[in-house]
């Protein structure tokens, strides 16, 4: 059974990307490493890409080729993605379940989706990230989208019990920091770069250690 563990950084900007565009679907690139032993995958970063309809395949691969570029010189691999609903009770779109073949292609069955929890959003201080756990397996590499079921891998363990967010109330009271200040808007991602390049989708500004 696969452990994962969210650091702080990776989990704000997932966050932030959500707050940022409420009311669309929005999607992200989780970037970090397997451990030696292999149970544990450690989610470092978060890459935000869409919050619209760019969301072609051709521009997806071109995409992922660059975020693994950067994944690479960090010495981390693609792990999972990311997705927040426009609406709570959303489906995943299009685009998810290619995104996640495209990692699982890299990663192999550890691949994640971690998805946004959209009715938890405006609780002060909850954790509002789905711990409804997806592994590439359960998209039958076709990306299974609505039909995707939870995965079996005979474990009595529950999805709760399988994602961690490290250090988990200094993360809670820095994004609640930065919701207050309106940094969220100060967020870019890959769609946003494409219109203006000299923006950074890597988001160095948001990256400090949760302390």
């Not at 890459?47 to 950067?70: C, D, N």
Request: aromatic share 4%; glycine share 14%.
């Amino acid at each position: 059974m696969v452990r994962y563990e969210v650091v702080g950084d990776a989990y704000i900007k997932v966050m932030l990307h959500a707050f940022h565009h409420p009311g669309r679907d929005v999607v992200g690139v989780l970037l970090g490493s397997r451990g030696a032993g292999g149970d544990v995958v450690r989610v470092a970063e978060c890459i935000p890409l869409f919050h619209g309809s760019l969301t072609s395949a051709p521009l997806v691969g071109v995409a992922l080729r660059q975020v693994a570029a950067h994944a690479a010189e960090s010495g981390w691999d693609l792990v999972g993605v990311s997705f927040a609903a426009a609406r709570p009770s959303g489906g995943r779109g299009a685009v998810v379940p290619g995104v996640l073949d495209a990692v699982a292609a890299n990663f192999g069955d550890a691949a994640c989706l971690l998805e946004v929890d959209g009715a938890r959003m405006g609780e002060d201080g909850g954790r509002a990230l789905a711990v409804d756990l997806r592994t590439s397996r359960t998209w039958g590499g076709g990306g299974g989208g609505e039909g995707a079921e939870r995965e079996d891998d005979g474990d009595d363990a529950g999805p709760s019990d399988r994602l961690v967010l490290l250090e988990e109330e200094a993360t809670l009271r820095r994004l609640a920091q930065l919701v207050g200040q309106g940094k969220q808007a100060t967020l870019v991602d890959y769609e946003d770069h494409l219109e203006h390049l000299a923006l950074d989708f890597r988001n160095p500004h948001l990256s400090e250690r949760v302390a």
